[in-house]
């Protein structure tokens, strides 16, 4: 009776280690089908290498490229092939082709285009960001009449945008989908001046974000026409950069502060 019992509870338990190990095996089968789904092998249309490599190659700046530093490496790298007149045997930089690319567009072409020289041996990850933003600002630069446009931002888009572009204006808090932060690289650095013009003059459906096509300002002092439209897509850029100004502004407020310190001792 003892041993038949015994037999019987050691065959109970062997079921049930086999059914653990067949349950585990399925779902392991399973997990293995639903990851073998996932990998989508490399082929011409798909390269895995490229990618991956692309990937690698490119990054962020980790703050406003710099005009001014722009300027100076653009000389010494890009002026020998390139310029923004038509010069013979030199390739020409247009304002209707920096409109339809974005900037990464342009980091990534003297980075990872394996039909242009790569400058990422030779030049940092700023040092190329410099570039693309210079490159931009001498063909797409600041506002012409930069004041006007600031008062007209203030008043009519920093109450969602924030006057620093930082998407901290007064009702931001109350908004869903958040208005755009103007400083995000990982946003504005994808979007071509096209797009950026065709989101302030249509607005942007489901969100916040109004229409400005042909509306008046409040004061009835300005109509928002394609030509300030486009103002206000360059001032919008310029939160993407930094100019000589903001150095020169900087420099002073180093100054003050050397000064201040002077007069301390
Ligand atoms: C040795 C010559 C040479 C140098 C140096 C050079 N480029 Fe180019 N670049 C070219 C040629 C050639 C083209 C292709 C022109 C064409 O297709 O009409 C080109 C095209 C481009 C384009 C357009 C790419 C596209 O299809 O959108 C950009 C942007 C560009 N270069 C940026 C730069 C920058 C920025 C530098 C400096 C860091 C630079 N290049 C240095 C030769 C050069
Ligand atoms: C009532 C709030 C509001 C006002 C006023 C407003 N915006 Fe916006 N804007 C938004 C919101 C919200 C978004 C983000 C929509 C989204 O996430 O797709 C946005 C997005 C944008 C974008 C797209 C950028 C990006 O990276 O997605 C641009 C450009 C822009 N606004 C410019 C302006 C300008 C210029 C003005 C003034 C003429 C203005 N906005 C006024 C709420 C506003």
Known sequence: ???????????????????IVVVGLLISACQSNISLKKVSLPSDSNPLIDEKSAGEDFAYPTKDPSIVEGKKFYAANCASCHSFTKEPNKHEFTVSYINKVTPSHLFKTITSNPKHPSFK??????????????????????????????????????????????????????????????????????????????????????????PWAGREDKQKHYEFDDKFRWQLVKYVRQFGYSTEADVLRKDEYFKQSDESDYKKK
Request: glycine fraction near 6%; hydrophobic fraction near 35%; aromatic fraction near 12%.
């Open 1 to 19: 009776m003892k041993d038949k019992e015994k037999i019987a509870q050691i065959a109970r338990t062997i079921t049930l280690v086999c059914s």
């Open 121 to 210: 041996e030779n030049l940092s990850i700023k040092e190329r960001w410099d570039i693309v933003m210079y490159l931009r600002s001498e063909l797409f630069g600041l506002p012409e009449d930069f004041e006007k446009v600031k008062t007209e931002f203030g008043a009519n888009c920093a109450v969602c945008h924030g006057t620093r572009g930082f998407a901290d204006g007064n009702i931001h808090y109350y908004l869903n989908p958040k208005p755009a932060n103007f400083n995000q690289f990982d946003r504005l650095y994808e979007k071509t001046d096209e797009k950026i013009f065709d989101e302030i003059s249509n607005g942007i459906p489901w969100t916040a974000m109004p």
